[in-house]
């Protein structure tokens, strides 16, 4: 028997880019009917008129609730035994259906997730973020990874409901997907990376956006490791660099000692720290563009992207850390 296919596009305001994303899924090279459903997180531009276009594809309104409440809701409406999450600014290649459904035949497998291709290469930062991505996940990630992310993965209908699904307390795109992925694994199930499976992205263009959301990133994360605490050594993804980092940063602050003559050996490993921290920047920077200019930018970038996450994980430890951690109800 012929599975049967549903793809989710959670949207806010999208108007900019819900249309290509729509255009893409219905033109897939998948020869047998998929169900679309776009849930609008309660948008107040066009986005709307925009789904409505398209007469095929499922559309629910709902008031604002986050992207993690948002798939949720379009999980409960899916009709498919596999469920494919993409997000509103993504574009899938015609072959994602395809290439993530061959990955299926260990019924162990419970999601196949695939990587990111660009849509803005043109942007100098938008192409920077993804030859990082493409490091990792080329580089780090093994075939069976620890994590996945929700803008592109497909979940056998039965293993996402058997998770508990995502956790609304993620109000924002940030940690629902590490968390939903450490929950599938805890319930015996493998994540497959199928790195053919692409969706072509929008990545940030604008530097202060995109330290917002890096400080975003780090305030969940620390929701996300209170839940789980075994998680904190790396999920393939996220390796060393990324851990070392908030240390360096903490220890580089007390340059605002320097005032304090008693307090010196704390000027001198602040100093050492500011150091690490720019050679690490720098060497990564070089090592991923493979281009001096652009790796020296990318290296001032991911720099600033150090303290941002870490300010953002210290703030989500005073948020976070104090309250009980989320139960799904089975």
């Known amino acids: 028997m012929t599975p049967s296919i549903s793809v989710v596009i959670p949207v806010f305001n999208g108007e900019t880019t819900i249309g290509q994303s729509l255009q893409a899924v219905t033109q897939q090279r998948f ?28 559309y629910i309104y709902q008031k604002n609730s986050g992207p ?9 409406e899916a009709s498919g035994d596999f469920i494919f999450f993409t997000d509103a600014d993504c574009l899938p290649q015609p072959e994602w ?76 795109a940030s940690g629902e997907d590490n968390d939903l992925s450490y929950k599938i694994l805890k319930a015996g199930y493998k994540i497959y990376f199928e790195r053919t499976a692409l969706v072509d992205h929008y990545h940030t263009e604008d530097l202060d956006r995109y330290l917002r959301e890096q400080f975003r990133h780090g305030f969940w994360r620390a929701k996300m490791y209170r839940n789980h605490p075994d998680m ?4 393939d993804y996220t390796f060393w660099k990324d851990i070392v980092e908030v240390p360096l940063v903490l220890l580089s602050f007390l340059n605002s000692l320097f005032f304090l003559p008693p307090l010196l050996w704390l000027q001198f490993a602040a100093g050492i720290s500011i150091f690490l921290l720019i050679f690490l920047e ?49």
Not at 144 to 150: E, V
Not at 232 to 235: H, L, N, Q, S
Not at 285 to 308: D, E, I, P, W
Request: charged fraction near 20%; glycine fraction near 10%; proline fraction near 5%.
């Open 31 to 58: 020869h047998q009917h998929i169900q679309i459903i776009v849930v609008d997180d309660g948008s107040t531009d066009k986005t709307a008129d925009i789904i409505k276009s398209y007469p095929t594809v499922k």
């Open 232 to 235: 904190m050594r790396g999920d």
């Open 97 to 172: 259906v395809v290439r993530m459904m061959s990955r299926f035949s260990d019924p162990q497998i419970g999601v196949v997730a695939g990587s990111y291709g660009i849509a803005n290469s043109q942007n100098p930062l938008a192409n920077c973020i993804q030859q990082e991505i493409l490091f990792r996940h080329h580089k780090l990630m093994p075939d069976f990874p620890k994590s996945f992310g929700s803008y592109n993965f497909c979940a056998r209908k039965k293993v996402f409901f058997e998770a508990g699904g995502f956790d609304p307390g993620y109000r924002f």
């Open 68 to 76: 993690a409440a948002t798939r949720n809701r379009g999980a409960q």
């Open 282 to 330: 720098l060497f990564y920077g070089f090592y991923m563009l493979k281009n001096f200019k652009m790796g020296l930018f990318f290296g001032f970038v991911m720099l600033l992207r150090a303290f941002s996450r870490t300010l953002g994980f210290c703030s989500g430890i005073l948020q976070f850390v104090p309250q009980k951690p989320f139960k799904i109800s089975k």
